[in-house]
């Protein structure tokens, strides 16, 4: 066995998380690095030295273009005795497959090591997996470990979700780093060659080095196990390095002609090429594979064999040699492929259909393709559905309109459930025109229905209403029925969100009527929803039984996503009403039904509410949490974006940050697009706040008074009552409208201790504040305490300065001199406690070395988290390191602890 050179603090790390999951703990290990650094040849030598202590199951994500959906889980499952085989090619319900692998990896007395490579080309369904297993490691004696290349993870890369959702307290990151010049010179020895400037051509990736090196003259006996990556596929875009390359054309040249065919066969499968597949692409344009052939690749150090299967050692590798096929020799291999694997049963439609593809066989992918898409969504891989069905429209021009208008509405489904939007609208409006050249008006109108659905979601009011009549003026022409219904149900979701509540409630109604008797449970518990929002939104508590028959009736019929729409608005509602203790237990349930159905889209928007909800009781800095997790993941959909941006920059208004107004501004120019009032309205509030705490609330008023407006023509008290509040601090309005919130009533009729006793009672610690500020000297300085307790500084430097105008002396001064030198506005406890969080300390033990109660610690880290904007107590070390607020300090693994102020629960 060949030494993994300077990879020997990588096995200790995988060890220490062995001896955890054998302890009975379950664990993640995240190797990443560039392509060709060694994350299988670490994986590989880990687990052979932990094979007779622990059962290995070993996946990886294939090299597809569009990826075959849970490919690693059919790896998987193969190497298990249990029932997870049948359930796969049975194409079982998603819940039952993912619980039978959970079970599985349960079921043994041995600890079990589970190894997905690659999985930042995972597909949809295989990256809900990995969340699935994420959020249940804690029960299970699994060691998880997932390779993936950094370098190859944008912004917006779905696995960056993921990856911010694993339990960070029981996951480890190990990024493998380029070999030194000494480890260079090392494998150049062995391989009796200089080093010379080696290690500057190929940046010590050690997958270049043994390429060039075996490319230099010898067969690839001898070959370094460090360079045994086996890395999979990147995209068609992939660059294929020119001194790789090279290496790897001058190495297949050395081979006898068959083995050259082998290696050209092999070549144009991403992945693994099964032995039964290569003897089944026995035909007279191609000899059959011999034995010696195979052996002389391997030999050779091209391929490598594993069970019943054989595959490049590394991804580019075998690029490289499908890149120097002629393109009619490309295609005319993977037409072989494609032959070979149709006979198969069941058939493995994924594969197929890129073969099919890349044969240029449109009959073929006409033939899987629709039925990779459906498979893809059964499995929710959304995301792979929405591309097989691009697939198949690309090749479509010889089906009937109607079957084109019918993949149209199945790829713009699967983009809208993936937030392609404007994909998902570009298809549906390709739909609507060839059901117009068919007269097909039913079809027509919910297909108009559809596009107002995604044209709300983008944003786009105006266009959401003019669709939602156009739908209801087709579709009222024809006889009544569910799509009739729906089209009803879609004009109330509209009228709802607007706050027009007579309006939803009538067309509510109506979609309810229908409902019931076409016996259309779905339509029904949409409507339902709608109706019971909207009359909570006009103060009607009538509305809560509405709502909580939706959502019952959601759960009895597994109708997920419009349970989660139910526990949306009953939560939405309850924050809206500021009753917080309804409110955070509708957040609470919500929250854990959305991560047990992996409902991301539902757990993002309910998030941003509970954010709100935080906020306004006071707690920022996990409303800031809430919130700024949300703004970070992957592709958030302006609807989920805007209230996200209105609390995190309404707190940094609070707190005095600069960085607020660019957040703010970014949030009104989306809110605007949605003409909604609970978009449009606490955005607004958070630009009069910022304004007048610059002493300039008049540069605000258009705006204040246009959403003034706004609130009094839907009848929203409590949005009335925040504009008529901030119109009255800039002088602009005398008496409160008719239609107050009473707090903000009261205060405004100058009944500040009534109107701070009614703050203090719902839980709203900073309008009390406010409240008080307007009192006697007494109650002023009782305000002054409450935002210092609140880190508001601006206004507790407004109302110091009042209050010193007003001759009252001995007024606390403040943040201390190490406070104001600070720039992040940290107190001396509070460096004391961040040096202890960048040991990797955790609340009880920064408690025990300072002599202070958990609780206090973390009150002291929260505050931190705030005022540093950091995401989590990794992030917040990282960032002081980084601004030189710690002398030294090392930076811990993982939070020390669940984020109980950070990730949902």
């Known amino acids: 066995m060949h030494a993994l050179l300077e990879r020997d603090d990588c096995l200790d790390t995988l060890a220490a998380a062995f001896y955890d999951v054998a302890a009975g703990q379950g664990q993640v290990v995240l190797v990443s690095g560039e392509a060709g650094i060694g ?102 004696a699994v060691l998880l470990l997932l390779t993936y290349r950094d370098d190859e993870l944008g912004p917006d890369h779905p696995l ?77 875009q992939q660059r294929i390095p020119a001194t790789v390359r090279d290496a790897v054309l001058a190495r297949a040249a050395r081979l006898s002609p068959a083995a050259r065919e082998v290696l050209g066969v092999i ?171 068919l007269n097909r008006s039913l079809e027509q109108g919910d297909t108009l229905r559809w596009m107002s659905r995604l044209h709300w979601f983008s944003g786009h009011k105006a266009e959401a209403d003019r669709y939602a009549e156009e739908a209801v003026r087709v579709l009222e022409a024809l006889p009544p029925g569910p799509e009739l219904a729906m089209a009803y149900s879609n004009r109330a979701h509209l009228h709802m969100l607007a706050d027009e509540t007579a309006e939803a409630v009538r067309w509510g109604s109506q979609a309810i009527e229908l409902a019931d008797r076409f016996g259309d449970t779905e339509t029904l518990v949409h409507a339902l929803n709608n109706v019971g929002s909207a009359l909570l939104l006009g103060g009607d508590e009538a ?128 809110a605007m697009q949605t003409a909604e009032l609970q978009r449009i309205g606490p955005v607004a509030s958070a630009r009069a706040e910022a304004a007048w705490l610059a002493g300039a609330p008049e540069e605000r008023l258009d705006e204040v008074r246009a959403c003034f407006d706004l609130a009094r023509h839907h009848k929203s008290p409590w949005l009335l009552g925040e504009m008529a509040f901030w119109r009255w601090r800039a002088g602009d309005l005398v008496e409160p409208p008719e239609g107050t919130a009473e707090p903000y009533a009261l205060h405004m009729r100058g009944h500040w201790r009534a109107a701070a006793a009614a703050w203090r009672q719902l839980g709203c610690p900073y309008e009390e504040a406010l409240a008080l500020s307007d009192g006697d000297p007494e109650a002023q300085m009782a305000a002054l305490e409450i935002f210092e307790s609140l880190g508001a500084a601006p206004a507790g430097s407004a109302l110091r300065r009042t209050l010193r105008a007003g001759g009252v002396r001995g007024l606390p001064r403040g943040p201390r001199p190490a406070t104001r030198a600070n720039p992040m506005g940290l107190t001396d406890r509070q460096m004391e406690v961040l040096g202890l969080l960048a040991e990797g300390l955790t609340n009880a033990e920064i408690a025990e070395r300072l002599f202070i109660s958990p609780k206090t610690a973390g009150h002291h880290v929260s505050a931190i988290l705030a005022k540093l904007d950091a995401r989590s107590r990794v992030e917040a070390a990282t960032l002081a390191l980084e601004r030189g607020l710690l002398g030294q300090g090392r930076l811990p693994d993982g939070d020390s602890q669940d984020r109980e102020e950070a990730v949902p629960k």
């Open 543 to 670: 509305g809560w039984d509405h709502l909580e028959k939706s959502l019952r009736l959601a759960r009895e019929h597994g109708l997920q996503e419009h349970a989660a729409r139910a526990a949306t608005n009953l939560s939405s509602c309850a924050v809206r009403d500021r009753n917080y203790a309804r409110a955070m237990d509708y957040l609470g349930a919500g929250i854990a039904y959305c991560i047990e159905h992996d409902l991301d889209s539902w757990l993002l928007y309910m998030t941003a509410w509970r954010a709100r909800a935080l906020f306004e009781q006071g707690d920022w800095a996990r409303a800031a949490e809430d919130a700024g997790w949300v703004l970070a993941q992957y592709n958030v959909p302006p609807i989920t974006r805007i209230p996200a941006m209105a609390v995190l920059g309404h707190v940094r208004v609070r707190r005095g940050d600069p960085a607020a107004l660019p957040l703010l501004d970014e949030a009104q120019a989306l």
């Open 267 to 437: 070549s144009v499968v991403p992945g693994r090429t099964e032995r039964r597949l290569l003897e089944a692409m026995r035909a007279p344009s191609l000899d059959a594979p011999s034995l010696e052939a195979l052996d002389e690749c391997i030999y050779a150090g091209m391929l490598r064999l594993g069970t019943g299967a054989l595959s490049f050692r590394h991804e580019l590798a075998r690029r490289a040699v499908e890149a120097a096929l002629s393109p009619l020799r490309r295609q005319a291999l993977h037409r072989q492929v494609l032959e070979a694997l149709s006979g198969r049963e069941p058939p493995e439609v994924a594969r197929l259909a890129y073969h099919a593809r890349e044969a240029g066989d449109g009959a073929a992918v006409l033939r899987y393709g629709p039925a990779a898409a459906r498979q893809a969504a059964a499995l929710s891989a959304h995301r792979e559905a929405a591309a097989h069905y691009q697939t198949v429209l690309q090749f479509a021009g010889t089906l009937s309109l109607e079957e084109q208008a019918r993949f149209l509405e199945g790829r713009s489904y699967e983009c809208y459930l993936t937030d392609q939007i404007g994909e998902a609208l570009q298809a549906r409006q390709a739909a609507l025109e060839l059901w117009g050249r």
């Open 39 to 140: 994350k299988t040849a670490l994986v590989e030598r880990f687990t052979t030295m932990q094979q007779e202590a622990a059962r290995v199951l070993w996946g990886a994500c294939e090299a597809l273009f569009t990826p075959r959906p849970l490919g690693p889980l059919y790896d998987l499952a193969y190497q298990t005795q249990g029932a997870l085989p049948v359930l796969l090619e049975a194409e079982a319900d998603r819940a039952a497959i993912f619980a039978a692998f959970l079970g599985e990896v349960q079921a043994g007395p041995a600890p079990v090591i589970v190894v997905v490579e690659d999985v930042h080309w995972a597909d949809e369904a295989t990256l809900d997996l990995l969340k699935f297993l994420g959020r249940r490691i804690h029960r299970a």
């Open 160 to 236: 960056r979700f993921v990856l911010g959702d694993l339990p960070s307290r029981l996951t480890r990151r190990l990024r493998l780093s380029p070999l030194s010049e000494e480890a260079v010179a090392t494998l150049s020895q062995q391989a009796g060659r200089p080093p010379g400037d080696l290690h500057a051509i190929t940046g010590g990736n050690p997958f270049f080095v043994t390429e060039v090196l075996s490319g230099e003259g010898r067969s690839g006996k001898g070959r370094s196990g460090e360079g045994r990556s086996g890395e999979g596929r990147s995209g068609a």
